[in-house]
């Protein structure tokens, strides 16, 4: 007889634990609109059993005035939250760029790339490796600390011949100096990043 292995799945994981859940976490991320919530509601059903009516003299205030201040206040604040939501989509489509420096063990700067363009956060530990192995001559073998490597959140800047864009840095540190880089040389690369735009010195010169 074949036997026929049964799985079982979840058809509705808003189970009440998950609920629950999510109310204790959203206590303790933040309290403030749950403890004023409970507040409200147990003022509310004390009011209405105990005949106090002091729910009717807040709807003649609410109807007199509040509700011209509240609907303002909601106004504003729809205004605030589209003013983010398009700030932030605006961000998000910005030009990215990368400044990415490569030290020595000692902490010295021997490599630097100024502004290289980036397609996507998620690609600068990637791209800084390829920069720094055609900046040592194609070199496939390079040593870095691989949990030492810096990175900073973007920083909006405006150029005139771009416009606003976001900066990056990333900071590598090498094990061990490539194979083609000199002690106490250090190699730069800009703009338009071609072979010729790579410059190289040593303290002494």
């Not at 504003?76 to 030009?95: K, S």
């Not at 290289?116 to 600390?145: K, P």
């Not at 590598?172 to 190699?187: D, H, M, R, S, V």
Request: aromatic fraction near 12%; proline fraction near 4%; charge should be negative.
């Amino acid at each position: 007889m074949n036997q026929q292995e049964n799985t079982t799945t979840d058809e509705n994981p808003e189970t009440l634990s998950n609920f629950f859940a999510c109310i204790a976490f959203a206590y303790k991320s933040s309290p403030l609109p749950i403890i004023l919530t409970a507040l409200f509601l147990v003022w509310v059903v004390i009011d209405w059993q105990s005949g106090w009516k002091v729910l009717d003299n807040v709807k003649i205030l609410w109807n007199n005035e509040l509700d011209q201040i509240v609907s303002l206040a909601t106004l504003m604040i729809a205004l605030f939250v589209w003013y983010g939501e398009i700030a932030q989509d605006w961000r998000n489509n910005l030009p990215k760029r990368l400044t990415v420096q490569f030290a020595n063990d000692q902490g010295e700067l021997v490599l630097q790339c100024f502004k290289a363009h980036l397609s996507d956060v998620a690609d600068i530990r990637t791209l800084g490796q390829q920069i720094a192995s055609q900046m040592c001559d194609n070199n496939r073998n390079l040593e870095f600390r691989a949990p030492y490597i810096k990175q900073s959140a973007g920083k909006i800047l405006c150029d005139p011949e771009i416009g606003c864009f976001l900066l990056y840095y990333a900071t590598f540190t090498f094990i061990n100096l490539p194979e083609g880089l000199a002690q106490g040389q250090y190699k730069e690369w800009r703009e338009p990043f071609k072979a010729d735009d790579l410059k190289s010195t040593y303290p002494n010169t």
